[in-house]
């Protein structure tokens, strides 16, 4: 795993950006020697051909993030590879062909642009076969053996099936004579056995329940002598998944960790990075929103903003506001959940939410203070009373200033539930555990992605 910007990345994933640089820039190139010969030099040196093609390979790699194909874990088939591949390929020839009919000097040479998006279509498949090809061979993948027998080992099992860009292949469970016996003999017992396989083990990952006076701490020791790498899988769940996960979680973890550290240096670079975020987007913003106001009036009685008590920092209450989505009855019952396809949402609500363009306002409350541009969403005080004692941890969420965008947003669902509530903390959690100025860049990034796919808006 390679961590960027507090957030890890496998190994694979990471070269595979990096192998699709020069396959992508080589292929633009190649078409210019092509066309050019020996005269290339003059068209990509001294007449920016070579900034032309890096743009054209940015453009690219934005479109290939932009379609999943740097998550694995998004895709069901090896086919729908090469099918978003083919629905870059297309994106990407619209905007070259939007940038040479807005600026015709953008292009390099006659046919350079043809040539090279043709040769491309052929190496960016053929390397995406070749890299999933070598993926999937068994000399590189690293063998784990999970190390537990309950509900918690089979749900670190699951993951790492499911998640292909791991690298990881899974060794099936040691089968014995005798059932086995969740005790330390039991759990040293299979240890041995597991030493004694043909097959070499590059990896055990502990994932045992009840772990006090059944770890066997003397043959894991032994086990690591051996060059074998231990791993615990509330880690690895981290690192994967990018959460903490509840069932995994206890004070120990939260008193002890390397994480968790909220400087007043760090809050003041988060401020002033957010006021500038939200200035910015209120520039931009400012043509559209008479639009959204009039719009909002016309289209259902009521008041055009909306204003809602949330509780923020250290757990004061303040108030958000949004542009109307709702009837104006909305609430009449009491609070409630916004759910899928809820009826109480307006025609224009609905494309409010997805667009998320009904959050405009709350740059209001980043301004004031109430919130950041970034970090967990802001609770109902009615929603968050409850939450607090059904769900432990609940209350760290109230660290630090609530977001317009945070990590939960953009890696999970909307929740609407308990259980949705729980998923969601344990990625609040994971982004108070790392809070840092390039993981606030990073889902700023991340967030133009869930509009521009509108995920996640109910």
Request: charged letters at 25%; hydrophobic letters at 45%.
């Amino acid at each position: 795993m390679i961590r960027l910007f507090n957030v890890y990345y496998s190994t694979r994933t990471v070269l595979r950006v990096l192998g699709e640089v020069p396959v992508v820039a080589g292929s633009f190139l190649i078409a210019a020697f092509f066309v050019s010969g020996q005269e290339a030099s003059i068209p990509l040196i001294y007449e920016d051909g070579l900034l032309k093609i890096g743009a054209l390979t940015v453009f690219t790699l934005l479109l290939t993030y932009y379609f999943d194909l740097y998550e694995p874990q998004q895709i069901s088939g090896g086919w729908e590879i090469y099918f978003r591949l083919l629905l870059v390929l297309s994106a990407l020839s619209f905007i070259l062909a939007a940038l040479l009919y807005w600026d015709p000097g953008f292009a390099i040479e006659p046919n350079v642009f043809v040539l090279g998006m043709a040769t491309l279509a052929v190496t960016l498949l053929l390397w995406r076969w070749a890299y999933e090809w070598a993926c999937n061979l068994p000399s590189l993948r690293e063998k784990v053996y999970v190390l537990g027998h309950g509900a918690r080992a089979e749900s670190v099992i699951e993951m790492l099936k499911r998640r292909r860009d791991a690298g990881m292949e899974v060794m099936p469970r040691i089968s014995g004579s005798t059932p086995f016996e969740e005790n330390e003999g039991g759990y040293a017992a299979e240890l041995e056995a597991l030493s004694k396989l043909d097959v070499h083990i590059d990896r055990v990952i502990v994932a045992i329940e009840e772990r006090r006076g059944v770890m066997p701490l003397r043959e894991l020791l032994e086990v690591r002598y051996r060059g074998m790498y231990i791993d615990d899988d509330s880690t690895l769940v981290e690192r994967l998944e990018g959460k903490l996960p509840l069932d995994r979680l206890t004070p120990s973890h939260l008193i002890f960790t390397d994480g968790f550290k909220i400087g007043s240096g760090k809050l003041l670079v988060r401020r002033l990075v957010s006021i500038a975020v939200a200035l910015t987007g209120l520039i931009l913003c400012f043509p559209i929103i008479p639009i959204i106001m009039l719009a909002v009036r016309l289209t259902s009685p009521g008041p055009i903003f909306f204003r809602q008590a949330r509780v923020g920092y250290h757990g004061r209450t303040f108030s958000v506001i949004k542009f109307r989505t709702m009837r104006q009855d909305a609430e009449a019952d009491g609070a409630v959940w916004a759910k899928a396809n809820d009826s109480r949402v307006t025609g224009l609500g609905k494309f409010l939410r997805k667009t998320r363009l009904d959050e405009i306002p709350q740059m209001w409350n980043v301004l004031t203070g109430d919130m950041s541009f970034v970090g967990p969403r802001p609770e109902r005080p009615e929603f968050v009373e409850w939450l607090s004692r059904e769900i432990p941890f609940y209350e760290l969420r109230h660290m630090i200033r609530p977001g317009i965008t945070g990590w939960a947003q953009v890696r999970y669902h909307y929740g609407a539930s308990l259980e949705e509530s729980k998923r969601k903390l344990e990625y609040d959690l994971y982004y108070v555990k790392r809070l840092s100025l390039g993981l606030d860049l990073l889902i700023m990034f991340e967030t133009i992605k869930t509009i521009v796919l509108r995920r996640g808006a109910r």
